[in-house]
């Protein structure tokens, strides 16, 4: 194997090793991205541009690219260490380009390389904003997204409405996250500390914990306070888009569709 090859090959181990990490928190993750691909479809057909947002390691533009041969992807994000794998891993995807924005910089949209886009896609990264920048944020992809085109956010989204039905739904969850770590599955501290003990990702990791906090010693990186579902509809349509409303749930996380 050549040394091209062995690096090719520790960056798909990377972003593999991520998404397992994230279905363990998420057992449904891949049905939420059908979901947000069959609406992408039905929005802007099958060569859509697409706004990856928050993209961490490069989830949703992977399985975009694979959908949609004809796709363009931009991801933006933040987070040294996820962009460093998503740039290793696309190294040789001509579709999919990445930025580093701070999506809580009032201009974050001068980094983007188009002015619009057809549709605007996140999932479970926006959780961490506080609701005012939230909110400010909506309006923001009001002019990012193109007239006709759609926003989905996939995130953690509770009903507050329904307490005995939430706790059951934990205690559900709790259990099955139990087998699985004993199983050996990686929880978010520990996918982190193997970052942090690569030797090639280990720097990005370390500016990564100087701007978000070490994950590796339970510091977390967003707040308690996750507002509903109908919220983020309410927040979207007050923001600048037409139509906003649930397009998919579990338990515990929704995705919201806004037409812009």
Not at 6 to 18: D, L
Not at 223 to 240: F, M, N, Q, Y
Request: charged content about 25%; proline content about 5%; hydrophobic content about 45%.
């Amino acid at each position: 194997m050549t040394g091209t090859e062995t690096i090719s090959a520790g960056w798909e181990a990377w972003q593999t090793s991520w998404d397992r990490q994230q279905e363990w928190y998420m057992p449904d993750r891949e049905d939420r991205f059908r979901v947000m691909l069959d609406m992408t479809e039905a929005f802007a057909g099958p060569a859509p541009r697409v706004l990856d947002l928050a993209c961490g390691t490069g989830s949703i533009s992977d399985r975009v690219l694979r959908r949609f041969p004809e796709a363009r992807t931009t991801g933006v994000d933040l987070d040294p260490a996820l962009l460093a794998i998503a740039r290793g891993y696309f190294a040789d995807e001509a579709r999919a380009e990445f930025v580093s924005a701070d999506l809580r910089d009032a201009d974050w949209t001068a980094a983007l390389p188009h002015r619009e886009y057809d549709v605007v896609l996140t999932a479970t990264a926006l959780h961490w904003l506080e609701t005012d920048a939230l909110a400010t944020l909506y309006g923001q992809l009001a002019g990012v997204v193109r007239e006709g085109g759609v926003f989905l956010n996939a995130d953690h989204m509770p009903d507050e409405s329904t307490p005995r039905i939430n706790e059951r739904a934990r205690a559900h969850a709790k259990a099955r996250q139990a087998a699985e770590s004993a199983a050996g599955v990686q929880d978010w501290a520990e996918w982190w500390r193997d970052v942090a003990a690569d030797p090639v990702l280990g720097p990005y990791a370390a500016e990564r914990f100087q701007i978000f906090g070490d994950p590796t010693r339970g510091e977390s990186d967003h707040h308690d306070a996750v507002p509903s579902a109908d919220w983020h509809a309410r927040t979207l349509r007050a923001g600048g888009f037409a139509e906003a409303r649930t397009v998919w749930a579990s338990p515990r996380d929704a995705m919201v569709l806004a037409l812009r």
